[in-house]
């Protein structure tokens, strides 16, 4: 599969993900370009790649933490995930938008790692395998927070929705 290809295939999901998990339009269009400078830059190797999802997901996951890494020493203190609440309250409005908004509140109380299997399996349509792939985990262990992140979802909306 040759970088064209990848990226008309895996473009905008990965750019979905970037802007649900960094939270800024820009910051994720500047992490995706980066996402495909890198993979271009090894083009010869994406020929050889037997998963390109997770391995796209993988690319676009490490460079978004090392995004926020950077972020975090310029500040010199803590980034608190707030990218779901903020992209709700710069895009809806209206009475039927209660419920996204519920719903993407919710899933910012989320811990990180559930937040991010949940986002990789529901809103980019990821297999548990790539999940595991992309995140370097266990299958096993992208089934199980994915699981316990769905329970505790489920708690937080029970009689919101």
Request: aromatic letters at 10%; a positive charge; charged letters at 30%.
């Amino acid at each position: 599969m040759d970088l064209e290809e990848l990226y008309d295939r895996f473009g905008d999901r990965a750019y979905h993900y970037l802007y649900i998990k960094l939270g800024s339009a820009g910051d994720a269009e500047d992490v995706l370009q980066e996402v495909f400078y890198r993979l271009a830059r090894y083009s010869i190797r994406l020929k050889f790649i037997r998963r390109p999802a997770a391995f796209v997901f993988q690319t676009a996951r490490n460079e978004a933490n090392r995004l926020l890494k950077k972020k975090i020493h310029e500040k010199n203190g803590c980034r608190k995930n707030t990218g779901l609440c903020e992209i709700i309250r710069t895009s809806t409005s209206g009475p039927d938008d209660e419920s996204v908004q519920i719903l993407s509140a919710s899933l910012a109380q989320l811990p990180e790692e559930q937040r991010e299997i949940i986002v990789l399996k529901f809103f980019e349509e990821l297999t548990f395998k790539e999940i595991a792939s992309a995140c370097r985990l266990s299958i096993n262990t992208a089934a199980s927070r994915y699981r316990y992140g769905m329970a505790k979802l489920r708690s937080l909306l029970e009689g919101k929705l």
